[in-house]
C-alpha cells in the first residue's frame, strides 16, 4: 500500500490518495489541514509554535477544481484585486479583465467580453467566487473545526 500526498490547494487543503499494487485503488478522500497554535516564547522572546493536522470530514473539503488558462488569469486578476477589500465589484474586475490581454488576447474588445462573461461563470459555477450585491468575494468556510485547539479554522501554513 502506498499514500499520495497532493499539496495543499487555493482553500489550503492537503489530499491524500491510498493506492495499491493490485485490486485496483481504495476509495478512501483524505483531506486534512495543517494548523499551527502558538506554545509560547523562548528565552529570545521569539514565539514557538507546535503544527498539527486537523482530518477533514468526507466531503467537507470542496475537491480541488481546474480551470482553462483563461479562468486561472481571471482568478488571478480577482485575487490580486481583492488583496485590500476581500471583494471586487462587478464594474472594476470586468474592466481589468477586458482592458488587459491575460483573460483573452483577441484584438475584438467584444470577444474579451465574451472570454470575461465565459471565465466568471466558470469561476462561479465551481463555487470558487461568490456574486452578492453587485460584487465578487471567494468563498469562505465558516464551519468550526472541532479538532481545532483554538475551536476556530487554523491558521494554514
Known amino acids: 500500500m502506498a499514500l499520495h500526498l497532493k499539496a495543499k490547494d487555493g482553500h489550503g487543503v492537503i489530499r491524500g490518495k491510498l493506492t495499491k499494487n493490485r485490486n485496483g485503488s481504495v476509495d478512501c478522500d483524505i483531506a486534512i489541514r495543517i494548523g499551527t497554535h502558538e506554545l ?13 493536522a486537523i482530518e477533514l470530514a468526507q466531503g467537507m473539503a470542496a475537491e480541488a477544481v481546474k480551470f482553462s488558462p483563461s479562468g486561472n488569469a481571471a482568478l488571478d486578476i480577482f485575487m490580486e484585486l481583492a488583496k485590500e477589500h476581500g471583494v471586487v465589484t462587478d ?10 490581454r491575460a483573460v483573452s488576447s483577441s484584438e475584438e474588445i467584444d470577444s474579451r467580453r465574451k472570454a470575461y462573461n465565459r471565465v466568471v461563470n ?25 479538532g481545532s485547539p483554538i475551536g476556530r479554522m487554523p491558521d494554514v501554513v
Open 122 to 146: 466558470e469561476l462561479i459555477r465551481s463555487t470558487t467566487i461568490v456574486f452578492r450585491d453587485g460584487s465578487y468575494q471567494r468563498r469562505t468556510s465558516t464551519t468550526a473545526f472541532a
Open 91 to 100: 464594474e472594476i474586475l470586468r474592466a481589468a479583465c477586458v482592458n488587459g
Open 40 to 52: 509560547g516564547k523562548d528565552q529570545d522572546g521569539d514565539v514557538i509554535d507546535a503544527a498539527y
